[in-house]
């Protein structure tokens, strides 16, 4: 029942809502985003704690995405002190979005180059926006450079790009 929900199931149950709601009620997602994280905190439940604060950052690309910038850092660098390897990748490849959405088309690039070569693939509404994120490079960058930063992305380990994501260079 309701009633005997823990904490952290509380907390997955807004995040769920969040997702659910993030393309058709973001005021209504936020709400749920932020019930998540509060709820998964007060029990220490970092992993839905981590997963609640990528679609945080991931509402805030449409808020204001310079702030949403600074939203991914603190999540990256969430994930980065836990063995969530796929987790990472999939905040990586929505702050390209970020970043992207702030003109910072190179690391932007690298990122996904890297995310291309290393992770598993995206699917679903996140690989829909993805592609967007592609077709905004490739015209901002032309299509050697886009290319040279991709590969130079996809020569780079995971910890290479979380420290681009984190220096912000």
Known sequence: PIAAMTPTVEAYRHYVEAELDAASDPVGARRHVDAALAAARSVGSTLVEGVALVTSASLAVTEDPRAARAAFRRTIGHWSDRP????????????????TGCGELRTAARILGAADAHAPPAYGTEAHRLAGVRSDL???LGADLDAELRASGAASTLDEIVELCLSGD
Do not use: F, P
């Open 84 to 99: 969530e390897h796929n987790r990472q990748w999939t905040t990586l490849r929505n702050h390209a979005v970020a970043l």
């Open 138 to 140: 490739l015209a901002g």
